[in-house]
């Protein structure tokens, strides 16, 4: 691998230790939220906010021609914030107000409180919906800025996002790319035994899409999925990443349906920084 290449993987690497750091102490701290589900996404915003993917300037969120990303599963909310804040659209001391009186930083994600949030979310579900309707927005205005969606795979049972996904298909918004979080567990068992969802990508590609499925933790076939998606003409692209959850805290990998909207006990947070590693 060139070196440059390795330097760029090695600062990927700091990068999700310290978001996975931020997501624990915030949600710690908090006494509330949802780390599992957090943590099994940072390889994928790692990468996109940080490996050359999306286009952004946390000192201008707004400008017309920034790509979106969409984090349909609002509950992912403390990892959302965590890329926002090591990206610089907020100080990352202001993480510590998660779910507090005052904060922007809602249990879920809202676009009117926060720069950098694309969409106000926590309904599954609706999410593709929401990015489909920017791909369209990108396509009326003549723009090359594309849209990224990030669903849960449990939050894939759900009906809406079948028929987004027969939208996106039909017209062939290949500037729009679906990251489907496949942590194979939701809120009260795993998603095998709620509604099996098998074989995902057959599925999506049934519907006109390309599709391929990674390893989500490996910041390499993340970059390599994002560079192949880029690379799709006349399609939707789906990525499907095969996570974790709580990825990084044993605690939570070793019971991942006990520990869905609930944080780390207080005493138990030192040995989950301890396990993550990450640099203060």
Do not use: C
């Not at 946390?58 to 959302?80: C, E, M, N, T, V």
């Not at 106000?120 to 309707?133: A, D, N, R, V």
């Amino acid at each position: 691998m060139p070196q440059a290449r390795t330097e760029e993987r090695t600062e990927l690497e700091r990068v999700a230790r310290r978001l996975r750091h931020n997501i624990v102490r915030s949600t710690t701290e908090a006494g509330s939220g949802h780390p599992s589900t957090s943590l099994s996404m940072v390889e994928v915003v790692a990468v996109l906010y940080f490996g050359g993917v999306l286009r952004y300037d946390p000192q201008q969120p707004h400008q017309p021609d920034r790509d979106r990303f969409i984090l349909s599963k609002g509950h992912g909310a403390p990892g959302l914030y965590a890329v926002l804040a090591e990206a610089g659209f907020f100080p990352v001391e202001d993480l510590m107000t998660l779910r507090k009186m005052g904060s922007p930083l809602e249990g879920h994600p809202n676009m009117r409180r926060l720069a950098g949030v694309e969409a106000s979310t926590g309904s599954l579900g609706q999410g593709l919906s929401m990015g489909i309707g920017h791909a369209h927005a990108a396509r009326l205005d003549e723009s090359d800025f594309r849209t990224y969606v990030m669903t849960g795979d449990g939050e894939v049972e759900q009906g809406q996002v079948w028929e987004a996904a027969m939208h996106a298909g039909n017209h062939g918004l290949d500037n729009l790319t679906l990251i489907v979080d496949r942590n194979r567990h939701q809120q009260t068992d795993a998603v095998a035994k709620v509604q099996p969802l098998d074989p995902l990508v057959d599925k999506f590609e049934s519907f006109n899409w390309e599709a391929r499925e990674i390893d989500g933790h490996s910041l390499d076939e993340v970059a390599a999925a994002f560079d192949w998606a880029r690379g799709v003409s006349g399609k939707p692209q789906a990525i499907i990443a095969r996570t974790v959850k709580g990825k990084g805290v044993s605690l939570l990998e070793e019971a991942q349906d006990k520990w869905h909207g609930k944080p780390i006990p207080k005493e138990e947070e030192a040995r989950a920084l301890q396990e993550i590693g990450a640099e203060l």
